[in-house]
Every structure is written in C-alpha cells, then in structure tokens.
C-alpha cells in the first residue's frame, strides 16, 4: 500500500511539472496599451516620437519587423531580435498639413517555441484599436490610433 501511495504522488507530481514545462516552453507576444505620441498637442511641420507601448513584454520570440505608416503609407520598417531588443518600438514622424493623422503601427513576429500562449483581449487606453492574430509560424500585433493636429 505504501509503494501505491509513493507511486502515485510521483505520478501526480510529473504530471504537474510536465503541465508547467510546457507552458514556458510556449512563446508568448508582447501586450500593447496604446500608440502615444512625445506631445500632447501637435502640429504641422513637429517632429514627433510616436511609442507603441508594451504593458508586458513577449517571450520566445526571435525575428521581428515592424513597420510604421501614416495614413496607410509606409514611413518605417525595422527589424529585431525580439528577445534581444524588448524596448518599447517607436518612430518619427514629421506631422504633416492636415488636421488629422492615423499612425499604424505592425509588429511581426517568429516564435522561437512551437506554439503561442493565448493573448489577453485589450482594449487600447486612449482611443484606437489593437488586434493580434496567431499562427503556427508567425504572430501579429496591428494598432491603430488617430491624432487630432492643431494649426
């Protein structure tokens, strides 16, 4: 009886370590919050840093691009090692003669693990959208958000 008891609470315990293993054995994409500008009001001709803010950063990732577009036009793309280089993206941009701009920001990323960790649903903090879509060989993050320029 005490061999069956010994027995079992070892295979309880694998069981449990097996459980824990692969689930940090899974990559995991960073959590964004929102696209924040440097600068509260901006203007024609500003230089501005635009920051894609990660409320909690990705795990297990290796090749990442990111790509910028003001109003669905390319301004920037870059690429990564995410877990080499887990800061938070940016990019400048000069604000055009416009009243309004709609910055978008894409994150790309390769899983450095087989499968992904689910993503918490977010909504972003001042406005906009996030959307993250996962696949066997590739997640992705999209935000958008638009800006209100003053003259």
Known sequence: MKTFIIGTLSLLLAFTLIGCSE??????????????ADRDVLRPGDVVTFTAVQT????LINRT???????????LDNNVIYD?????????IT???????TVTFKGSYNPSASQWKPVPSTQPISGGSINYTLAT????????KTFRILR
């Not at 909690?56 to 795990?59: A, D, E, M, V, Y």
């Not at 060989?137 to 958008?144: D, F, H, P, R, S």
């Open 23 to 36: 689930d940090e054995d899974k990559s995991q994409l960073p959590v964004f919050s929102e696209i924040a």
């Open 56 to 59: 909690t950063p990705g795990n």
């Open 65 to 75: 691009s990111y790509t910028w577009k003001l109003d669905n036009e390319t301004i």
């Open 84 to 92: 080499n280089d887990k800061s938070n993206p940016t990019c400048q």
């Open 95 to 101: 604000i055009p003669e416009k009243n309004s701009i």
């Open 137 to 144: 060989l590739k997640g992705e993050v999209t935000i958008n």
